[in-house]
């Protein structure tokens, strides 16, 4: 079946530097991914959309300068932490929609941040 | 501003029990509600309801929509152990993104 590939699956980092979270579609096509957080015990936040080969949509609140999105092909959509800090510590989490209709989304595994 | 608002945020029972899980949302422009089953890592498919009245059925998990009341919920029956897990009730709208309420959290306890 459809599967949403996410990479790393945890990551620590030092204040101040960047981290990279790559989300991978593997056996189909997605023009359009999707960004989630999630802090402890809270649901899944909306960070932005990612478009294939255009500026992403980011969210109210959401500071696109410090979470950099890039979607350069039709099955990898990235997102870069720039300048972490310990409150940027959360667990990230892609989705991709298969067939565009809402009941085909599938999530990656997610990712753990820790910003030390 | 639209939302999506779960009830009870947790919830502890025993094998065997039945249990409903509630979502109430207000929203514009609805599309569908889901419902997802969070273990570990990435949340897992259970249903999409689009139409009010019909019940989704999968095994012991059934859920319904209300759409002029503006809730679903969820249902599971004989509850196992391995039914604990954070129980997500999304919106869906347009351009497939999805809100989520802040969940319920089910332990099931042998």
């Known amino acids: 079946g459809a599967v949403v590939s996410q990479h790393p699956s945890w990551v620590i980092c030092k204040s101040g530097t960047s981290v990279k979270i790559e989300c991978r579609s593997l056996?189909?096509?997605?023009?359009?991914m999707f960004w989630y957080r999630q802090f402890p015990k809270q649901s899944l936040m909306l960070m932005a959309t990612?478009?294939?080969?255009?500026?992403?949509?980011?969210e109210q609140g959401v500071e696109k300068d410090k979470f950099l999105i890039n979607h350069a092909s039709l099955t990898l959509s990235t997102l870069t932490v720039t300048s972490a800090h310990p409150e940027d510590s959360s667990f990230y989490i892609c989705?991709?929609?298969?067939?565009?209709?809402?009941?085909?989304?599938?999530f990656g595994e997610g990712s753990w941040l820790t910003v030390v | 501003e639209d939302k999506v608002v779960q009830s009870p945020l947790s919830l502890v029972v025993h094998e065997g029990d039945t249990v409903t899980l509630n979502c109430s949302y207000e929203v514009t422009n609805f599309r569908s509600l889901l419902w997802y089953k969070q273990e570990k890592k990435a949340p897992t498919f259970l249903f999409m309801l689009?139409?009010?009245?019909i019940e989704k059925k999968s095994g012991r998990l059934s859920s319904i929509l209300d759409k002029k009341e503006l809730f679903s919920i969820l249902n599971i029956t004989a509850t196992q152990t391995g039914d604990s897990a954070i129980y997500l009730c999304a919106w869906g709208g347009s351009n497939y993104k999805l809100t989520f309420g802040k969940g319920t959290l089910l332990t099931v306890n042998p």
């Open positions: 989705s991709a929609d298969l067939t565009g209709n809402l009941n085909t989304i599938y």
């Open positions: 990612s478009n294939e080969g255009s500026k992403a949509t980011y």
């Open positions: 689009t139409s009010s009245g």
């Open positions: 056996d189909f096509q997605a023009t359009t």
